[in-house]
C-alpha cells in the first residue's frame, strides 16, 4: 500500500551493481520507501527509525528479466505434453515454477508464447495484478503466432487427428489479424511469431522461412494498430532480414545471421535475444528432444560459429538480451543463469551480461522508468549475491536475498 508515512527500508551490502554503469557503484545503500527506490549512498544516508537489512559483504543487484520465457512448458517433449495436460494444469504447474524463479531472483519475464490452448500465463499475470499471487512481473505473448505445418503446428499427427495446435495456427492476413485481436483481447503485449522453423518442434526446419512477406506484413500492421511490439523468432537469415526490416522489436534467436542481417539490426535498433543455453541443454544426453538429431548437427557443426556471431553483433553495437528459453516448472532455476556464461562466452563481459539481464531488456520491454536498473524512482526488485559476480558470473545461481516491488521475497542472511 502507498502511504506517504511508510517506514523506510534500508539494504546494505558491500557494493551495488546498478545495471546502468559500467563498475560497481562505491556505495553500500539502498533506501526503499513502500515499492520504489528513494536513495541509494552510504549509511550515512540511512534515517533514524528505518528498517535495516544488512547483508554484510553482499553484492546488490537490479532483479533479473528472462526475455523469452515459457513457463507453461514444462518438459522436454512440449508438443505431447501439450495434448496431454489441460490449460489449467499446465497453469497450475507453471505458477509453482514460477515462485521458484522469482526466489531465484528472477524478477520479470517476458513469455514469448506458451504451448496451451487457453490463456494460463495471462490468468496468472492477473491474479498477481490482482495480489491474490506473489510472482514475476510478466509481459509478452501468450501463445506464438505460426503457419499450417511451421513451428507452431502439430506435424506428426495423421490427417484424421486435429488437436489443437501447441502454437496459433494462422494462413493469410485475415488469419492473422484475428489472431493478433484475440490476444490483444484476452490481455497479450507482445505479438510472437515463428517467422522461421524451429528446432525443437517435429516436422518442420529451423532454415525455412514460413511466413510470406504479405503476412508478415499483416502481422506488423495489426500489432503496430494494437500498440504491440513484435518478437520475431527466426533462425534462417532472410527470415531474420525480412522481420528486421519490417520492424520487429525483437529477433529471438538468430541463428543463421550474417553480415547483412548484423547491420540491419544494427540500423534498426532491433534487440538480439539469442538464447544460446537452450542449445547447450540439449546437447546433455540426459536431456533429448524428439528432433535430436538436429540439435545434435547445430551443437557438432554450428555453435561455435553462432558463439562468433553473437559476439560479433555485440560489437557492432547490436543490443544483446538474454533469455533462456527453457520451460517453467522442470527446469532448476539456477541453469537460466547459464545463459549469462554463454554471453560471457561471446565475448561480452560480465558486466555487459548483467546488462544484457537487466536494464537492456527493460529498455526493450519499454519499462526503463519501473525496473531493471538500482536507480531512484524505479521498483525495488533488487537481488544480492554473497560474492562478486563480475568475478564469476555462476555466482548468480547463488541469490541470497530478492525483494520484489518492495517486498521481501527471499532473506538467507536474516537471523
Ligand atoms: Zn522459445
Not at 11 to 33: A, E, F, R, W
Not at 296 to 301: A, G, R, V
Not at 327 to 337: E, L, R, S
Request: negative net charge; glycine residues 10%; charged residues 25%.
Amino acid at each position: 500500500m502507498q502511504s506517504a508515512f511508510a517506514q523506510t527500508t534500508a539494504i546494505v551490502g558491500n557494493q551495488i551493481i546498478d545495471g546502468l554503469n559500467k563498475d560497481t557503484l562505491k556505495s553500500s545503500v539502498i533506501l526503499i520507501k513502500n515499492d520504489t527506490i528513494v536513495g541509494i549512498g552510504n549509511r550515512s544516508i540511512i534515517p533514524k527509525g528505518a528498517k535495516v537489512i544488512d547483508l554484510g559483504n553482499a553484492t546488490l543487484l537490479p532483479g533479473l528479466i528472462d526475455s523469452h520465457a515459457h513457463p507453461l512448458i514444462s518438459g522436454d517433449d512440449y508438443q505431447n505434453n501439450h495434448v496431454q495436460q489441460s490449460s489449467a494444469y499446465k497453469a497450475l504447474k507453471a505458477y509453482k515454477g514460477m515462485e521458484r524463479l522469482l526466489n531465484a531472483g528472477w524478477t520479470t519475464m517476458r513469455v514469448a508464447g506458451d504451448a496451451d490452448v487457453y490463456y494460463g500465463n495471462q490468468d496468472i499475470k492477473r491474479l498477481i495484478d490482482e495480489g491474490v499471487l506473489t510472482g514475476p512481473r510478466i509481459y509478452g505473448a501468450a501463445h506464438y503466432l505460426s503457419v499450417t505445418g511451421g513451428g507452431g503446428d502439430i506435424n506428426y499427427f495423421s490427417p484424421e487427428q486435429q488437436p489443437i495446435a501447441d502454437g496459433l495456427v494462422v494462413d493469410g492476413p485475415e488469419e492473422i489479424r484475428k489472431a493478433i485481436r484475440t490476444e490483444a483481447k484476452y490481455g497479450a503485449d507482445w505479438v510472437k511469431v515463428l517467422v522461421t522453423g524451429a528446432f525443437m518442434s517435429v516436422g518442420d526446419s529451423p532454415k525455412a522461412v514460413q511466413f510470406s512477406e504479405e503476412e508478415f506484413q499483416a502481422v506488423m500492421e495489426e500489432a503496430n494498430r494494437q500498440g504491440m511490439p513484435v518478437m520475431a523468432h527466426a533462425h534462417a537469415a532472410d527470415g531474420i532480414k525480412m522481420a528486421v526490416r519490417m520492424g520487429a522489436r525483437s529477433i529471438e534467436h538468430g541463428t543463421y545471421m550474417d553480415d547483412e542481417a548484423i547491420s540491419l539490426m544494427r540500423k534498426h535498433g532491433t534487440y538480439l535475444v539469442p538464447t544460446i543455453y537452450v542449445g547447450d541443454y540439449y546437447n546433455d544426453p540426459r536431456n533429448q528432444l524428439r528432433e535430436q538429431a538436429i540439435a545434435d548437427d547445430y551443437s557438432k557443426n554450428y555453435r561455435h560459429i553462432f558463439i562468433d556471431l553473437v559476439g560479433r553483433a555485440h560489437k557492432a553495437g547490436v543490443k544483446v538480451v538474454s533469455g533462456v528459453d527453457l520451460g517453467g516448472y522442470d527446469y532448476d532455476p539456477t541453469v537460466y543463469v547459464r545463459e549469462l556464461a554463454t554471453l560471457v562466452e561471446a565475448g561480452m563481459t560480465p558486466m555487459q551480461a548483467i546488462k544484457a539481464t537487466t536494464s537492456v531488456p527493460a529498455e526493450m520491454l519499454n519499462k526503463s522508468n519501473d525496473i531493471g536498473a538500482i536507480e531512484v524512482g524505479r521498483k525495488a526488485d533488487i537481488i544480492a549475491v554473497e560474492n562478486d559476480p563480475l568475478q564469476d558470473i555462476s555466482e548468480l545461481e547463488k541469490i541470497i536475498f530478492v525483494m520484489s516491488d518492495g517486498k521481501i521475497i527471499k532473506n538467507d542472511v536474516a537471523k
